[in-house]
């Protein structure tokens, strides 16, 4: 292996709990950063350090290979180099002595696979030592101190246009491609000649608290590339999904909902491509059974605690979690959406359902959302 990446991400964070892997876009943070990396064709292993369990199950899902990280390098107050320099010798002692090093932040959701690769070919290839992601900033940056607030990257009684000023490039954390012989000798990620891996300021949020996750989250549905929906089984709630979410009631009382026909169809099409499918909804009325029995697929109502059905589900048929799609839209359905490996939502979603969903469809509950979501998994078959 010529270059490998290393994710330092460990447990017990205390700004966001269980941060590193909280979902975006449905992904967990640290399954992110190994996509990313494993995007990257010059990178030839990618391996997360960590001490936290749920971290590295979630690595080895994505892909990914797990260093166990000590207790002492797992602190607070530990650095991420003593996660590296630790992640390079357990390397070592497997035989992979690489010649350049990639280390990424799980907390940054947006790495550029391609960025990272033009980094990690010019280290190496010579052209630098360590390089790091930026992006290009105007800003006038201002400090305090004790007369007042000063400039420090321009003299604040001159207002040159921006077209006259130099840009300056603010570092987002996203990643750092290091020469490893010259980062032992180091010890730090700056060294030697240092190069700038250019990157777009949209991706360059970190998170470090519940407002940066909830950011990320919104960001995630306009940056991140529609990937195919690849999945082995289909879990649906009912209302919402199959219906608009509403019903109608006659004078005796007797609820009736209006479904879509071309979502019957989408259905008709999954069933006969052998995919297993679920209706799984906490309603009572059965209404339910009775649009299962009319699409021809299993379901299960009146479940008011829908996680271990899903689970147990999953389990008969063989399938494991991350390769199955859930499909929700109201507050009910975020334990599933947070369980499976494709979460999706339809577009009229409840805005903290959206926030756990890997797919938002474009499609309304009740009107074509279960089509969409069928050709896209026929698709990812081919």
């Known amino acids: 292996m010529r270059a490998v990446a290393i994710i330092p991400a460990r447990g017990g964070s205390k700004g966001v709990p269980g941060k590193n892997v909280a979902r975006v876009g449905g992904v967990p943070l640290v399954a992110r950063a190994v996509r990313a990396a494993l995007a990257a064709p010059s990178i030839d292993g990618v391996f997360v ?4 369990a749920e971290i590295a199950a979630a690595a080895r899902a994505a892909g990914g290979d797990v260093i166990d ?3 002492d390098i797992a602190g607070d107050l530990a650095t991420s180099e003593a996660a590296l320099l630790h992640g390079l010798d357990v390397l070592a002692a497997r035989g992979i002595e690489p010649q350049v090093l990639a280390f990424l932040q799980a907390t940054s959701p947006f ?7 033009g980094a990690v070919s010019s280290v190496l ?3 630098h030592d360590s390089m790091f992601s930026a992006f290009e900033t105007y800003a006038f940056l201002w400090q305090r101190g004790g007369t007042g607030a000063t400039g420090v990257n321009h003299d604040h009684s001159f207002r040159p246009r921006r077209q006259d000023r130099e840009p300056h490039f603010q570092e987002t954390g996203a990643f750092y491609v290091m020469d490893v012989a010259g980062f032992r000798a180091s010890g730090f990620r700056f060294f030697g000649r240092v190069g700038i891996a250019e990157v777009s300021a949209a991706t360059g949020i970190e998170i470090d608290d519940a407002h940066e996750l909830a950011s990320a989250r919104a960001l995630a549905s306009l940056l991140d590339t529609p990937a195919p929906v690849d999945v082995d089984a289909l879990v649906m709630d009912f209302d919402g999904v199959h219906t608009e979410d509403t ?7 007797v609820e009736s909902v209006t479904v879509s026909r071309s979502d019957g169809m989408g259905i008709s099409m999954l069933r006969k491509a052998g995919l297993p499918m679920l209706i799984l909804s906490r309603e009572e009325n059965p209404v339910v059974a009775a649009r299962a029995r009319k699409l021809g697929i299993e379901v299960s109502h009146d ?9 147990r589900w999953a389990a008969e048929k063989g399938v494991a979690m991350d390769r199955v799609a859930y499909v929700g839209n109201d507050i009910p359905d975020i334990p599933c959406l947070e369980a499976v490996g494709w979460a999706v939502v339809p577009a009229d979603a409840h805005p903290r359902a959206a926030a756990a ?12 959302a279960v089509r969409e979501l069928a050709e896209a998994i026929l698709a990812a078959r081919g």
């Open 49 to 52: 350090s960590t001490d936290d």
């Open 69 to 71: 990280r000590p207790a």
């Open 111 to 117: 790495v550029d696979p391609a960025a990272l690769d």
């Open 125 to 127: 290839a010579g052209e």
């Open 247 to 253: 019903a109608t009631v006659d004078q005796n009382g």
């Open 303 to 311: 479940v008011q605690d829908k996680l271990p059905y899903l689970e």
């Open 357 to 368: 969903a890997r797919l938002v469809l474009t499609r309304a509950g009740g009107r074509g």
